[in-house]
């Protein structure tokens, strides 16, 4: 048989096989000597060419991401729950003790009879000890002199030549108020005129702009804040009016106004007061003790003693709508001339001040007519006269050459212990008021439309060790 | 003299009376009270309010002083406690159970 030969070659591995396989072809033809099928053939080498080592193409795609805008938004959110609560003050509880825990009875009598002993040496020592005296420690910084805080004034007032007629100061002690007006005026005046007030704790407070101030028809003669109201003041006017402002109220101060009826005062009202008398009054002063006793200061000099309960129908020289009262109850012996000021002193009841024309200040007590000391403090007028809420020894006097004077009856009776110069023309210094709630100011005002506030010096602050007693003893040198 | 509790035999309650009248009858004294070492009062002359504050203060004041003394000195202790003021003087004498508070007014 006739093997034909494949043409079929993968590769060329050798001439060899290619002569082979050309010598096979015609070895079929010539014919060796071998039988057909069975002869040995070479066949070329096949090569595969590898695949895995061929260069690939790196094969890449670009791809992007971004991220989408961020959306913000608003909103507000507000809880709308609420609760209702109410709070109540309760009056306070008188403080009780508490119940008492069971004690040994046996053992506090052993306790006692062991510290009696020590106890009662030393209580005996104390009793006879001088270790103390004249010992006295400082705790707040001292004020050595007395030095003028502020000058406030109010210049449209000051412009019309006014004079401050009446300082107080409010209930919590941080308003000073002071009423305008003339004290000289014989006649009728129809001045228009200011009150006004200034409030000294305030931040940036103005000496020449008053926090607050009030128009008033006629020359204000006297004013008196309310004593638990801070904005309540009410003054008295020339013309016989009594009027209360709130001064709060800037756009309408007015609460109350007496108005001109046939009762009011025909005459000026010098001092605010609950009463009136016969005599021509000139000072009012309530005693602290007794809600119903007030000393008058008159025209003639003479203070008198008076009582609201006084029962005795007044003898009048024009009828009038309201039933008057005689209060007087008692004279006392007269000044040299009209007293223009009286004052009842805070720590004594039977003790009282009275200050007037002639220059002096009288103490008096309540239970004899004339006075207990006599102090000639000017040789002009005095106009004001009071005592210091915090020292029972000290008072204080305005006068009228221009000085307010202080006395500290501890230190001399005869003559001031500081005397400051308020004006320096020696123009008069009509009023005066000690601040109660802080104790080293004093507001005076004088005759220039001014109002200085003083800050008194520590020794006039602080009550010292047995004031209260030497204020007994000199109530007590009462002539028997 | 206010008692507040009348709770142990009289022969112990005679004594104590009796001492503590002693003391308050001395020149100057204004008041004397015994409080308890949880400084609540248990005898006194002044009144509630007073005393429940003097109790309260004195009983801090003295703890306060004790651990003073001790912590200067462990071996040492308080045994009297006096507080001079303008107006008066506090005597306070302690011990493990109770506290005597004398105050008086000494001469000047």
């Known amino acids: 048989m006739a093997t034909s030969a494949q043409p079929w070659q993968l590769g060329l591995a050798g001439s060899a096989g290619a002569e082979a396989l050309a010598t096979s072809g015609t070895a079929s033809t010539e014919g060796p000597e071998r039988p057909g099928p069975l002869q040995d053939e070479t066949l070329g080498v096949a090569s595969v060419p590898s695949q895995w080592r061929g260069v690939q193409g790196i094969r890449g795609e670009t791809k992007s991401c971004q991220t989408a805008s961020i959306a913000t938004a608003e909103a507000s959110v507000q809880a709308r729950k609420h609760v209702d609560a109410e709070v109540q003050t309760e009056a306070p509880e008188p403080v009780s003790l508490p119940s008492v825990p069971r004690y040994n009875g046996p053992q506090l009598a052993a306790f006692l009879r062991k510290v009696e002993a020590m106890v009662t040496r030393e209580l005996n020592k104390n009793w006879q000890s001088h270790a103390f005296d004249g010992f006295e420690v400082n705790w707040a910084e001292q004020q050595q002199t007395v030095n003028c805080l502020h000058t406030l004034s109010y210049p449209p007032a000051q412009g019309q030549g006014l004079h401050v007629t009446g300082v107080s100061w409010n209930s919590t002690g941080s308003v000073v108020a002071c009423a305008y007006g003339r004290l000289d005026d014989g006649d009728w005046s129809t001045l228009r005129s200011f009150v006004c007030a200034w409030n000294l704790d305030r931040r940036g407070l103005s000496p020449q702009q008053p926090s607050a101030v009030v128009e008033v028809p006629s020359a204000a003669m006297c004013l008196a804040f309310h004593p638990t109201r801070p904005s309540h003041v009410a003054g008295g006017l020339y013309s016989g009016e009594v009027l209360v402002w709130d001064m709060s109220r800037p756009e309408d ?228 | 003299m206010k008692t507040l509790v009348n709770f142990f035999p009289d022969l112990f309650q005679a004594e104590v009376e009796e001492t503590l009248k002693r003391i308050q009858s001395h020149k100057g004294v204004i008041g004397t009270m015994v409080v308890n070492a949880e400084g609540i009062p248990i005898r006194t002359t002044l009144d509630n309010s007073t005393t429940v504050q003097y109790a309260g203060l004195l009983h801090q004041l003295t703890m306060k002083a004790k651990s003073t003394v001790r912590d200067i000195d462990p071996q040492n202790d308080l045994t009297f406690l006096r507080i001079r003021s303008k107006k008066h003087e506090i005597m306070v004498a302690p011990d493990k159970e109770y506290l005597l508070i004398v105050i008086q007014n000494p001469c000047e």
């Open chain 1, 253 to 480: 101060p007015l609460l109350w106004r007496t108005g001109l009826t046939d009762d009011t005062h025909t005459d000026p009202v010098y001092q605010p007061s609950r009463g009136e008398a016969e005599v021509g009054a000139t000072a009012v002063a309530f005693s602290s003790f007794d809600p119903s006793l007030f000393v008058l200061g008159t025209e003639g000099g003479f203070p008198l003693k008076c009582s609201l309960s006084a029962e005795e129908a007044a003898v009048t020289r024009m009828p009038s709508s309201v039933p008057l009262r005689a209060p007087a109850q008692f004279t006392f012996a007269p000044h040299g001339g009209p007293v223009y000021s009286v004052s009842c002193s805070p720590f004594h009841r039977n003790l009282f001040l009275s200050a007037g024309t002639d220059g002096h200040a009288h103490l008096y007590s309540m239970l004899q007519a004339q006075p207990l000391t006599s102090l000639q403090l000017s040789h002009k007028y005095l106009f004001a006269v009071r005592w210091s809420p915090v020292r029972p020894l000290v008072f204080a006097a305005a006068s009228g050459e221009g000085d307010v004077q202080l006395f500290d009856l501890q230190k001399s009776s005869q003559k001031p212990t500081v005397s400051v110069k308020q004006t320096e023309d020696e123009s008069p210094v009509y009023c005066l008021e000690f601040n109660c709630q802080q104790t080293q100011l004093l507001a005076a005002g004088d005759a220039k439309g001014t109002v200085k506030v003083w800050q008194l010096s520590s020794e006039f602050t602080e009550q010292g060790a047995r004031e209260t007693e030497l204020l007994d003893q000199l109530a007590s040198e009462v002539a028997s």
